[in-house]
């Protein structure tokens, strides 16, 4: 159809020639009210904004003079924010003699991406910015599929006193064998 037919369609209607794909040879236009049109756009692109996934990254930081028990913590919490979908950055600050012996700087870095293991895929391997040794790690395809299970709270045990003393316990079920 001509465009100004279509446009004098729509006036006649008391409504709006819009636009939907201008790229599409010829173009498309459909008529309706425009003020619906944007609405529904905003809401439709709305609705895609909040199934997006916003990458953040965590850092999780290290000395060379780490303890176990503290690279044990620090190791964990990267596991859980990789679980979470969310990239991990992983620093080791070198301080004062400590630049004199990057090896053990970079030891303790390889160990992490080691004991991540599948959780991770390195982004970015280890590498020296000033007297900070950096690596990224994102989290791997199959720790974003699974999504992390909600944690559940115990329920809280009842005293004796708060039940009936004519409640008698209910009888354990019987399975029907077929």
């Known amino acids: 159809m001509a465009p100004f037919e279509a ?9 709006d020639l ?10 498309v236009c459909k008529i309706q009210d425009y003020g619906k049109f944007l609405y529904e756009k905003d809401k ?30 620090k190791k964990n919490q990267a596991v859980r924010f990789l679980g979470e979908g969310d990239k991990v950055k992983a620093s080791l ?16 870095i390889n160990r992490l991406i080691l004991d991540i293991g599948d959780a991770g895929l390195v982004e970015f391997m280890p590498r020296m910015e000033g007297t900070t040794l950096h690596a990224i790690i994102a ?16 329920p809280a045990p ?3 006193a708060a039940q009936s003393p004519s409640a008698q316990p209910a009888p354990p079920p019987v399975a029907a064998v077929s």
């Not at 439709?44 to 003079?65: C, G, H, L």
């Not at 004199?100 to 970079?106: E, K, N, P």
């Open 44 to 73: 439709s692109d709305r609705a895609a904004r909040k199934k997006q996934k916003v990458i953040v990254i965590k850092e999780v930081k290290f000395s060379v003079t780490v303890d176990e028990h503290d690279y044990q913590t």
């Open 18 to 27: 819009v636009e939907i794909s201008p790229n599409a040879v010829p173009p």
């Open 139 to 154: 989290p791997s395809k199959k720790a974003e599929q699974q999504p992390p299970a909600p944690k559940k709270a115990a």
């Open 93 to 108: 600050r070198f301080k004062g003699r400590q630049m004199a012996h990057r090896d053990l700087g970079y030891k303790i």
């Open 158 to 160: 009842q005293p004796a």
């Open 7 to 15: 446009l004098k369609m729509a006036r006649e209607r008391t409504l």
